[in-house]
Nanobody, 129 residues
Framework: QVQLVESGGGLVQAGDSLRLACAAS????????MGWFRQAPGKEREFVAA????????LYADSAKGRFTISRDNAKNTVYLQMNKLKPEDTAVYFC??????????????????????WGQGTQVTVSS
């Protein structure tokens, strides 16, 4: 099974930008749709964004639309999340994961955490006001 490692988190001020990366080892990401999720203290893990294996289609949570951009570089076996205009409410641990192969892309299926596996360990993003 592919192993995922997230990086790029940190402490920033409101309005700043960060780019998260999700690098894979032990396998290729090129055949997987990928997702980013986040989890704040005391809250459930929530969907942020997803991208098809070709990169041709993307899906965003309402909270991410217009501010975040998911992309991928299959040659580098890496998926990215560019986060702009960060807000204090974006503070969370951010995780990437692979969409299960049997799960068809689209709709609510793509935003459910239970449809993903091969989770990374997460990277902390803290946005101060």
């Amino acid at each position: 099974q592919v192993q995922l490692v997230e990086s790029g988190g940190g402490l920033v001020q409101a309005g700043d930008s960060l780019r998260l990366a999700c690098a894979a080892s032990g396998g290729t990401l090129s055949t997987y749709a990928m997702g980013w999720f986040r989890q704040a203290p005391g809250k459930e893990r929530e969907f942020v964004a997803a991208i098809t294996w070709t990169g041709g289609w993307t899906l965003y949570a309402d909270s991410a639309k217009g501010r975040f951009t998911i992309s991928r570089d299959n040659a580098k076996n890496t998926v990215y999340l560019q986060m702009n205009k960060l807000k204090p409410e974006d503070t969370a641990v951010y995780f990437c994961a692979t969409l299960r192969s049997r799960v068809a892309w689209g709709g609510a299926r793509t935003s459910r955490a239970e449809n993903y596996d091969a989770w990374g360990q997460g990277t902390q993003v803290t946005v101060s006001s």
